[in-house]
């Protein structure tokens, strides 16, 4: 199965923009639906994006649609998350997940992802 590395956490002042990448190894990446979750402090785990194998279809939180861009590269084995005008309830720490699936197929709980990154801070300051 997949390993799961992220990575381009940072400080950023509010309003400013961030690319997280998230690459795989060891496993056939283009078998794996994948998506984010962020945790901040005292809260629970909470959805991001999500992307189908392909990349085809995107999904995205509420609290962040109009804001980020999930993409992916199959060849690269590599997932990008975009995220612009950033707010300082966006701070968390962000993880990538993947999860074996059927074509066009969309997971947005995290309960349904088995494979997990160990994170990557982003840290938005006022």
């Known amino acids: 199965q997949v390993q799961l590395e992220e990575s381009g956490g940072r400080r950023v002042q509010a309003g400013g923009s961030l690319r997280l990448s998230c690459a795989a190894s060891g496993g056939p990446f283009s078998n794996y639906a994948m998506g984010w979750f962020r945790q901040a402090p005292g809260k629970e785990r909470e959805f991001v994006a999500a992307?189908?194998?392909?990349?085809?279809?995107?999904s995205y939180a509420e609290s962040m649609k109009g804001r980020i861009t999930f993409s992916r590269d199959n060849v690269k084995n590599i997932v990008l998350l975009e995220m612009n005008r950033l707010k300082p309830e966006d701070t968390a720490v962000y993880y990538c997940?993947?999860?074996?699936?059927?074509?066009?197929?969309?997971?947005?709980?995290?309960?349904?992802?088995?494979?997990w990154g160990q994170g990557t801070q982003v840290t938005v300051s006022s």
């Open positions: 992307i189908t194998r392909s990349g085809g279809r995107t």
């Open positions: 997940a993947a999860a074996l699936s059927l074509p066009q197929v969309l997971f947005l709980n995290a309960a349904d992802y088995t494979i």
